[in-house]
């Protein structure tokens, strides 16, 4: 049985993608002028993988449901950093050794929360940005902070690098190995065996830290 596509986008790139979404459904982007047909036999001959994928995503724990009560936990770089709920504070949403929410800004915990990881998400990846383009002779353009939802990073034809805030739950280590994987989309722009190559030679153990990102990744996705 063909392979279901749940939506085709058209758009200004140079190779075909495939993304399976933690709900299940197949996303095709492909270049604008690539015949459909071209696609879809594209699309057929990564049918093992694209199976494989929709199986890993049936099989993921459910992500938890967030009620942003006193003593939930938050991933922060891989640690669970607990919620209290405090009377009054001059900020809505702060953090030391817990999240410190005011009890009047509980409602709006949320968008609190998204806003706080933003910031937070720019600052640490921009120097993770920085000590990698310095040590192996990379010059990113501009840093973005994104609010995507199953992407990690992303490398634009400008240099420009992307990454979604989600990415600083995960643990110091993983977040630099996506660091390093859009840095090498500097020189590489697929993921061909030259690509993986580059990122073996400067991260040799790559495999183990984009393992950790397959199997927690969902539970960095709880706004959605």
Not at 96 to 121: G, I, M, R, V
Request: aromatic letters at 10%; proline letters at 4%; hydrophobic letters at 45%.
């Amino acid at each position: 049985m063909p392979i279901q596509i749940d939506e085709f986008i058209r758009a200004r790139r140079r190779t075909i993608s495939i993304q399976v979404r933690a709900d299940g459904k197949v996303i095709v982007r492909a270049p604008q002028r690539v015949a459909e047909k071209v696609v879809r036999a594209f699309v057929e001959s990564k049918t093992g993988w694209i199976e494989r994928k929709k199986a890993e995503v049936a099989n993921r724990a459910p992500v938890t449901v967030r009620q942003f009560r006193d003593g939930e936990r938050f991933l922060l770089l891989g640690r669970e950093i607990p919620l209290r709920l405090v009377p009054a504070q001059r900020a809505a949403l702060t953090h030391s050794d817990a999240f410190l929410l005011s009890h009047k800004a509980q409602p709006n915990a949320a968008k609190l929360f998204e806003k706080w990881y933003k910031t937070y998400a720019l600052t640490v990846l921009t120097e993770r940005v920085h000590l990698y383009a310095a040590q192996h002779g990379f010059t990113p353009g501009r840093i973005r902070i994104t609010s995507a939802r199953t992407r990690w990073g992303s490398c634009s034809s400008n240099g420009t690098l992307s990454f979604t805030w989600r990415l600083v739950m995960a643990p110091l280590e993983v977040v630099d190995y996506v660091v390093i994987h859009e840095l090498v989309h500097l020189r590489v722009h697929n993921h061909s065996k030259t690509f993986w190559d580059a990122v073996s030679a400067l991260m040799p153990d790559y495999k183990r830290r984009l393992d950790w990102l397959k199997v927690n990744g969902s539970q960095m996705r709880w706004f959605d």
